[in-house]
């Protein structure tokens, strides 16, 4: 048992945490010569998404018309979800769940730890933006925290714990002692989006108002979390390893 644990532990430690070096991207447009020999450029379109849409309200607002920078966000938080964690061993013996914790589960969350550390960074652009864009920034961001931290609870646990009602207890109890700092994140984030919206005051963004404060709700509930306050800004969301 505390191999696996200590492995989930420090696992779920950097996947949030996220040290993941910085990203690069470059934007080509397309060309076209006119009949005078003179190049065209040639506007380009909006890209196509492909990723399983997250389950957030819709928009008071055309993603295509919202900033670039949420826009990327945005769609930086999709593709991560849409990224799920690998199918679990066929057995349940202690042998085979360690092998996938610490073979391609660890894979995942290392993928995911890039993922957040991109998402986190694209926060830092929109703490100017109108409040609907911090809103929309800090409800998908908590909701990528939420998921991650799902996602690892739900990891497959040996047999020879769950069969064991005291080492299932004592296994229960550790990992969501090591899972509450970053859940709390996904409450402060979601904490942060609904006031964001109430600041703004625009009616048309009350599903999302409602949506974070009933996500934040659901994610004290389930890791019997203490209220935390608001965060004054984005920049405000706790480390979990502070």
């Not at 800090?138 to 998921?147: K, N, P, W």
């Amino acid at each position: 048992m505390t191999t696996l644990r200590s492995l989930l532990v420090v696992a779920i430690a950097a996947a949030l945490t996220a040290c993941g070096g910085a990203r690069t991207e470059t934007t080509t447009a397309t060309t076209d010569t006119t009949a005078g020999g003179e190049t065209a450029e040639t506007p380009e379109a909006h890209p196509i998404r492909t990723t399983t849409p997250i389950p957030v309200p819709q928009p008071a607002v055309a993603r295509e018309q919202m900033s670039p920078e949420l826009q990327q966000l945005w769609d930086r938080v999709e593709a991560a979800v849409a990224t799920r964690p690998p199918e679990p061993p066929s057995d349940g013996s202690t042998e085979s769940v360690n092998a996938w914790a610490e073979g391609p589960f660890a894979a995942w969350l290392t993928e995911r730890a890039r993922a957040s550390t991109d998402v986190q960074n694209a926060l830092e652009p929109l703490a100017e933006a109108p409040p609907h864009e911090r809103g929309v920034a800090a409800g998908l961001f908590g909701y990528l925290q939420e998921d991650t931290v799902a996602d690892v609870r739900g990891a497959p646990i040996p047999d020879a714990i769950t069969s064991d009602a005291e080492l299932l207890r004592v296994y229960d109890e550790s990992m969501l002692a090591a899972l509450v700092p970053y859940a709390r994140v996904a409450v402060q984030a979601y904490r942060f989006c609904e006031a964001a919206f109430q600041e703004s005051g625009e009616e048309l963004w009350g599903e999302w108002a409602a949506y974070c404060r009933e996500r934040a709700s659901e994610v004290v509930q389930t890791y019997a979390l203490e209220p935390t306050e608001t965060p004054s800004e984005p920049g405000a969301i706790d480390d979990p390893e502070e």
